[in-house]
């Protein structure tokens, strides 16, 4: 994090996660809400999935700034956005975490969303406003959590998904924790490499060898937040040298590894992605 960058005070936010039985087949969420916190300015750390943040603050929120361009209120990060910093007041947030594949059928164009940031209300319409009601209205972070269960289920009902093979080769990436040849995992569902090239694309809004990228990515920003040194994390992550790693964290980040191994947002993964693992 840049050295004028102002962390959120975790003592003053409270975060809510979801029980077992609200849980959907690749979506994960998470409350936050601030208590009396000041104006927060920070880098946000990306991840392989695409994100909805739906702001339920009274007033104030957070502003989200990509480059220069500025969004405020629910917003929708797709994959890979690139130096993305959240500043203002922090108040209260739904963060939604949606696979690639599922977020397909949820959003409904997560291709267009590759890179980019955009209101929530450009992509679900008036929806997205009539959610937002039903959620600051809710008595409690279950309730919300089990509302906003309802609206995604009923999305991920009506909408086509992506091909099961796009779907199998972002798994298998994931899972490879993108150290997989292209190649290789385009033989494994009978596809040429530019038919996968294609298919994985359109679909998703990302090639497969950058989703690999980034998925590489995400575990070594975990590891650098863990602790390990950088050359320690290179090596484990199948980086070429040390240098290799930073270039690749300046690309998705726009910090240096230095600074995501001290970012404030995966300083409590384990407390609102309970599931995250580093090893």
Known sequence: MPPNGTPPDWSRMAVAVPGPPDRLPGVRMA?????????????????????????????????????????????VVGLAPGDLRAGGRAGVCLQIRLDPAVAAAILGTPAAL???????????????????????????????????AEVLARRLRTRPAVDAEVAHIWRRTLAGRG???????????????????????????????????????????????????????????????????????????????????VAPWLAIDHIAWPTTQVS
Request: charged share 25%; glycine share 12%; aromatic share 6%.
């Open 31 to 75: 409350g936050f809400e601030a208590h009396g916190a000041g104006p927060v300015d920070i880098a946000m750390v990306p991840h392989p999935s695409v994100t909805v943040l739906v702001d339920l603050s009274d007033e104030g929120g957070l502003v989200y700034d990509v480059r220069g361009r500025r969004q405020h209120g629910s917003i």
């Open 114 to 148: 590759s890179g980019a940031v955009v209101s929530l209300d450009d992509v679900w319409g008036r929806d997205a406003g009539r959610t937002a009601d039903r959620l600051r209205t809710a008595a409690s972070w279950d309730e919300r959590f089990g509302i906003a």
């Open 179 to 261: 150290r997989l040849r292209v190649e290789d995992l385009a033989g494994e569902v009978g596809w040429s490499r530019k038919r996968l090239w294609s298919r994985f694309g359109a679909q998703l809004g990302i090639s497969p060898k950058r989703a690999a990228r980034l998925v590489r990515f995400d575990r070594a920003a975990h590891l650098l937040a863990a602790g390990h040194a950088g050359a320690d994390v290179a090596a484990r992550c199948g980086y070429v040298d040390q240098s290799h790693l930073h270039r690749d964290v300046k690309a998705f980040a726009g910090l240096t590894p230095a600074a995501v191994a």
